[in-house]
């Protein structure tokens, strides 16, 4: 029976507890999990416990084995015959709580070997809207009663910095929302994966975006279209003309058709982030590269701080809120990064190759051209 | 006759054009500068004119002795017996004009030997305020036409990044504002000048802030403990909860007694930068440090760009420009800057010392002491 439940549940793409996977502890006590198994409030944070522990151990391994030729018979465990990982290769946790309700797992890996940074966060977090962010989320098209309101969020936030410049950033981010007024409850879903290069490759990019439209495309098949251009939109630098890398999706205020396929949906694009950019940390790890890459590098993480401290609706969100855990939110920006006065690429070279990409946004799959061949 | 003129002068403060001095050409045609000397207009030019290379030749001076056991006799002038300057250590020059109405000049030195990266830059523009300019000048107090409004801003504005961890980063900025509306010309004053040290040095943050009050008391005696104020609650960085540095002056919309006087104490402020800073420079240029303070410095420069791209006025104001000119705007952000996951100071080390004033400003001249006494 066991079993068999096991595998309906993953049939439809339910969540259950698997307390001894995850990198901490849940955020809401365990009983009360659970009692609820079936509320989406359950759903969502068993989901991001799970994609954060997932991800984390996909990292870790990368790390790891990059630490191998350091290992001498002193880490070897001949107990269970394995080596013992090297401590800084490992993500250090933080369970923390929030005063006025809630709280979240912040995993940080830093000064790596291939990952100069990297932080994947969940938080859980509930208590009273404040008016000002009522009336945004009024001004979005909600239909919310304009006063203080209860609600709750569960999301799963992640930005990854490597140390070779051949290896793009990531940044994803899966949320569930939910806010009680005199009518009852509304509910949505938003997130995205977006991908940050140094250098392109395009073979990289359309990997990238083949795995997120074939997520989308078991839902919906006008999702990723839509959700790429918002992409494309949403991260964008206007002082500079330029946007922060080659897009991914990016959505929000999904409440349709139901939660439950709304649910499977950002489940989908949850479950993507592993195989849309783990081969591309494989093949470009040990790439060659010198000063002259890692300066390129440097400034476009400068590029990536001003996008997020300056436009960045989740870090300005998450800053102004009191009390906010303001290490948690930061964690997305780089280790080290560089402003010089007055940077411009040499023409025709690799880095003149990728700014002419961040101005003028590509459609990767040439999903205009088999539109039109279908017309 | 000529002497007594420049003597008279002199003790008017007025301002007079003296072209082979400054960095490049001003903004204004010449002989518009020359048929109203005493407009404001042309007063606040040759004045930004004039500070601006004044604070660039002194930087560059000290720069210059740090080249100094590079040079050979092939940098040995034999016809004018000098040493030739070293072009690193030179201030690149950058004149640009506005496409809808005036202009500045950019001045720029980085990857100097004693000078990481130093701005210092000049722009005298005119155009119109578009209507939520006006507004915001509006509730600010500003009786102003609710309209789209002619304007003229001119304005000289300064960040100095030095190498060593032990010489403190300053900033300034001075400016001249004029709106027209129907019922006739309103002009202000703004600006400020305050100093980011790494680590604490009790006497620095004395002699900086002295050198301020004395060039406030000259004009009103209240200005100083006014303004200081003023500049600790302006650079706060709300979510760390903590101040960019030692503070200094800080003052805006400024117009009274009358347009002279005010122009005479700006004039003193932007005059007392040289002796309130330089003298850090000579004293700490050379001091001894190592990895670990080079660290603390990129940590703290990350601060740095945290309040920049967030919170400080002139910063947004002139990214949301259209067609600003970005470069100009963002010469202030360090040349590198680092962000660390949980970076803690040690209990009683000389790190958490400076992070004890940065959560609590000083009274530096003991003001409060001597008011008291006074009473």
């Known amino acids: 029976v066991a079993y068999s439940q096991y595998k309906q549940n993953k049939a439809d793409m339910k969540e259950i507890v698997q307390l001894r996977n ?36 996909a990292l870790e391994k990368e790390e790891d084995q990059a630490w191998d030729d350091e290992k001498t018979v002193d880490d070897y465990d001949f107990d269970n015959d394995i080596f013992l990982p090297s401590p800084e290769a490992k993500f250090k946790v933080d369970r923390w709580q929030r005063k006025e309700g809630g709280g979240g797992i912040t995993c940080v890996l830093q000064d790596g070997r291939v990952f100069e940074k990297a932080g994947v966060n969940i938080s859980v977090v509930s208590g009273t809207l404040p008016p000002a962010a009522v009336q945004q989320m009024r001004s979005r098209g909600k239909k919310l009663e304009n006063a203080e309101l209860p609600f709750f969020a569960a999301g799963v936030s992640a930005v990854i910095h490597p140390r070779n410049p051949m290896v793009p950033t990531i940044h994803f981010n899966y949320r569930y929302f939910e806010v009680r007024d005199k009518d009852g409850v509304q509910w949505w879903f938003g997130g995205g994966t977006d ?131 303001y290490e948690s939110i930061l964690m997305s920006l780089p280790l080290n990064a560089k402003w010089e006065y007055m940077n411009v690429p040499k023409p025709n070279s690799e880095e003149e190759k990728i700014m002419k990409v961040l101005k003028e946004p590509r459609d990767w799959l040439n999903l205009e051209k088999a539109q039109r061949a279908a017309a």
């Open 195 to 325: 991908l940050t290069p140094y250098y392109l490759n395009e073979e990289d990019a359309k990997h990238f975006h083949l795995t997120l439209k074939h997520a989308c495309d078991a839902h919906d098949d006008t999702y990723y279209a839509r959700f790429k251009k918002w992409c494309d939109d949403y991260f964008y630098i206007p002082h500079r003309g330029e946007r922060r890398g080659v897009g991914g999706i990016f959505f929000d205020d999904i409440d349709s058709p139901d939660q439950q396929s709304a649910f499977k949906f950002v489940t989908s694009c949850a479950e993507a982030v592993i195989p849309s950019y783990i081969p591309l940390v494989k093949r470009h790890k040990d790439d060659a590269y010198g000063y002259h890459e890692r300066q390129w590098q440097l400034l476009r993480r400068g590029r990536y701080v001003e996008f997020n401290l300056m436009y960045d609706r989740g870090t300005k969100f998450g800053l102004h809120t009191p009390q906010a855990r």
């Open 22 to 57: 995850y990198m901490a502890e849940p955020i809401t006590p365990i009983d009360q999990l659970e009692k609820n198994p079936d509320d989406m409030k359950t759903q969502m944070e068993l989901l991001i416990l799970r994609i954060q522990a997932e991800f984390c151990k």
